[in-house]
């Protein structure tokens, strides 16, 4: 078993170059990631130097998916979200968008990360607010015990 460490995306991409459809063995991963690319050798193909997954979508059709370098995932991101055709999408409504034409492992989450993080989106979004606890009612055990004040104002 030869020890080859796969270690990004244009590593991998490397690998489907030398190797063509047979999978190499690998016994060496650096982090999740690279173990995620490695489990997805047989999405990939090469077209034109480019590095592309296929797989099936949730309705059954074969899709292909443009694999995505690290450095780019946030571009990528800000302008689905962000630009004026798309005007703000919420969360789901980006990932979807994006994970339709784009792979990478942990994507979802970079894309979690990035609407969260949109300015524009947090001051206009409508926040839930946290719900408050049951009111219950003090019953006081002797005079004076609970005193309470109704505030109205400013005035």
């Given at each position: ?58 309705y059954g059709f074969k ?84 005193i309470t004040t109704d ?5």
């Amino acid at each position: 078993c030869n020890k080859i460490i796969v270690t990004k995306v244009f590593e991998a991409k490397g690998l489907i170059q030398e190797n063509g459809v047979q999978k190499p063995k690998i016994s060496i991963f650096e982090s999740r990631t690279r173990r995620i690319l490695y489990k997805q050798y047989d999405h990939f193909t090469l077209v034109d130097g480019i590095l592309y997954r296929h797989r099936e979508d949730r309705y059954g059709f074969k899709t292909t998916q443009l694999v995505l370098p690290k450095q780019v995932v946030e571009r990528i991101v800000n302008q689905v979200h962000s630009t004026i055709y798309n005007g703000h999408l919420g969360k789901s409504k980006t990932m979807s968008k994006i994970t339709d034409r784009f792979y990478r492992p942990f994507l979802k989450d970079d894309i979690m990360r990035c609407v969260k993080c949109c300015d524009v989106c947090q001051k206009i979004k409508l926040t839930q607010l946290a719900r408050h606890a049951e009111l219950i009612y003090l019953t006081p055990c002797r005079p004076n015990q609970l005193i309470t004040t109704d505030l109205a104002g400013p005035f």
